[in-house]
């Protein structure tokens, strides 16, 4: 009877710790180039009432804070892999325990340093960071899950949503100081990592132009192509050095082929919204190059931008006529898709 007993034990202990009726769940999220991953145990409400009930609000018992593991077996934690924003806040690179402190209108998130099992253990002696926000009320849920949405190019927002609430979190990233701290890192650095340096100081004006000039000289030494040699150029004559920076600038557009003028050449559009240089460098580039698809690839998508779809059509057709094998099938399709769209109007 004894060993019987001791039999059923382990095997129901065994089951415990094997089948877990709260699945393991792991949600990663990349923003920017920063990935934020939240790693937690899904419970389902079957039938119970969860806030205000298994989970109540403001527990605050004798000046205590009974806080909400906001999962359940193990505590919920996040893992940021760069400095990030909460809610505005900074918060260090870092993996942290989530406790949420529940309210009915809104709810704390506390990212702790501590991440031993369960809350009960909670103290707030070890909070990092607190933000509060607003609980809204969605569809029914029946197992607690967490998500990102609203994404943007540096941001997105982390929901908490389980029975019939939610909230969520804004998290934000600093993408270029955090790609200018892994480049400087790197121990062989080839030109567009200088370049990269260059260009992301200037954008958070860590440098000034000149500073800037020593970087692009790096790159350069490291390899002279056609964009180590464009974006000095560019350089010398923002500092008015008027006759250097034309004959590089020279220089650097003979050694132009295939995407370089199409990145190069487009940007001036995109990112400097200059039509007229833009249109210069693409349109003598096709003059230069009149069988070159990615030439007309180009020009054409110029035109896109400045609303002329007979143009784009009549460049497009050049393109898919002129493109190598291994990019017929998708100038054919840029070209019928823009040929179509012409042809509703």
């Known amino acids: 009877m004894l060993l019987c007993l001791l039999t059923n034990g382990l095997l129901a202990q065994d089951m415990v ?4 009726l709260s699945q393991r769940a792991k949600v990663t999220q990349r923003i920017g180039t920063t990935d934020v991953t939240v790693t937690y145990h899904s419970p389902q409400v079957k039938g119970r009432k969860i806030f205000g009930g298994i989970v109540p609000y403001d527990f605050v018992v004798d000046g205590k804070e009974y806080a909400w593991r906001a ?3 193990n505590r919920t934690t996040v893992k940021f892999e760069h400095d990030v924003l909460v809610e505005g806040q900074p918060l260090k690179a870092d ?5 949420v402190l529940v309210s009915k209108k ?10 031993t099992w369960g809350a009960f253990q909670y103290d707030k002696a070890n909070d990092v960071l607190r933000v509060t926000v607003p609980v809204e009320k969605v569809g029914f849920q029946e197992w607690l899950s967490y998500n990102f949405i609203d994404p943007e190019p ?12 939610q909230a969520a979190i804004k998290i934000e990233t600093n993408v270029k100081a955090n790609i200018i701290a892994a480049t400087e890192k790197k121990e062989d650095k080839k030109y567009s990592d200088y370049l990269t340096l260059a260009q992301y100081k200037r954008d958070l004006q860590l440098i000034d132009a000149n500073e800037a000039v020593v970087l692009a ?6 390899e002279e192509n056609f964009r180590s040699k464009i974006y000095k150029a560019d350089l010398l004559l923002e500092l008015g050095r008027t006759a250097e920076g034309e004959k590089l600038k020279a220089e650097a557009l003979a050694m132009a082929e295939g995407f370089d003028m199409y990145y190069y050449g487009l940007s001036k559009i995109l ?15 096709v003059t230069l190059k009149p069988n ?9 998508e110029y035109y896109l931008k400045v609303g002329n779809q007979k143009k784009v059509v009549e460049h497009m057709k050049k393109a898919f006529e002129n493109a190598p094998d291994n990019w017929r099938n998708y100038a054919r399709y840029l070209y019928q898709q823009n040929r179509l769209m012409l042809e509703k109007r």
Do not use: P
């Open 154 to 165: 540096t941001s997105a927002r982390m929901t908490l949503r389980w029975e019939k609430s």
């Open 17 to 20: 710790s094997g089948i877990k």
């Open 71 to 73: 999962g359940s077996n």
């Open 292 to 300: 070159d698809w990615i030439a007309h690839l180009s020009l054409g």
């Open 95 to 99: 993996t942290y325990g989530l406790v």
């Open 106 to 115: 809104e709810w704390t998130f506390v990212f702790s340093s501590n991440k």
């Open 217 to 222: 000289n790096q790159a350069l030494e490291a």
């Open 271 to 285: 990112l400097e919204n200059d039509k007229e240089a833009s249109f210069k460098y693409l349109s003598d580039y």
